[in-house]
């Protein structure tokens, strides 16, 4: 298994406060840039596209203001796997093409300077000790009213939500993993308001003991877990 460390150079020592919008709009335009395919595969609006995909964010002395990140040095990094091999050598081709790119944002610029790869050792325990990189969400969809429902680490559902959406991922995925003994339990977990393209919703962050199939933390410890993964949730590293 392989994570991918990318380096970007900005203009300025500042990001957008909804830096998620942007970030996603550099993944779409990389996977265009190299392949068509890719992106209609990826990101086709006519139907709902489940990723295997997620990242975290580096931002060196993060000062969060009312519009922006304002950032101690002109640079940050990317944290980036897939759970999907075949996949993931598409998007070292594309982030490759995309180097030295100069990527437009509002007042501001920033260019993908250096990928690194790095191998990551299969996880072969049922139970695992993790630390969040990035917001874990939880979310419970009631399809009758189209309402959405978060859950903090310190609700009694949290762990029973996290095992729904696993399974909502894999089924879409049409994997053949069960989610049976799956359960996340914190350690010492902190709530936090994230940003959603435009909503702030409840998210979680912190130490927890991940339990399941090593098959199935395998999945997850490429693709994150929770939902919004694509967007820069639900990314863990192994602390134990």
């Not at 030295?100 to 610029?109: G, V």
């Amino acid at each position: 298994m392989l994570k991918f460390i990318l380096e970007f150079q900005l203009e300025k020592p500042q990001m957008p406060l909804e830096f998620d919008r942007l970030m996603v709009s550099f993944l779409k335009g990389a996977s265009r840039n190299y392949s068509e395919d890719m992106f209609e595969r990826l990101y086709d609006k006519s139907k709902s596209v489940i990723k295997t995909y997620t990242y975290s964010m580096y931002l060196p002395g993060a000062r969060f203001m009312k519009e922006t990140v304002e950032l101690s040095e002109n640079r940050f990094r990317m944290f980036f796997s897939d759970a999907d091999m075949g996949q993931m050598v598409h998007w070292f081709n594309a982030f490759n093409l995309f180097r030295f790119k100069t990527y437009p944002m509002n007042n501001n610029s920033m260019k993908l300077v250096s990928i690194r790869t790095q191998n990551r050792k299969e996880i072969e325990d049922s139970e695992i000790v993790v630390r969040m990189q990035s917001p874990l969400i939880a979310r419970r969809h009631n399809a009758e009213d189209n309402k959405d429902t978060y859950y903090t680490y310190d609700n009694t559902e949290f762990s029973d939500v996290l095992r729904e959406n696993a399974q909502t991922f894999l089924d879409k995925l049409n994997i053949n993993i069960s989610t049976e003994g799956f359960q996340v339990i914190p350690i010492k977990g902190r709530k936090v308001v994230t940003n959603c393209f435009g909503r702030k919703v409840d998210g979680n962050i912190g130490i927890y003991k991940i339990c399941g199939c090593p098959e199935l933390l395998n999945v997850m410890y490429q693709a994150g877990s929770g939902v919004r993964r694509s967007e820069g949730h639900g990314k863990w590293e192994i602390i134990m």
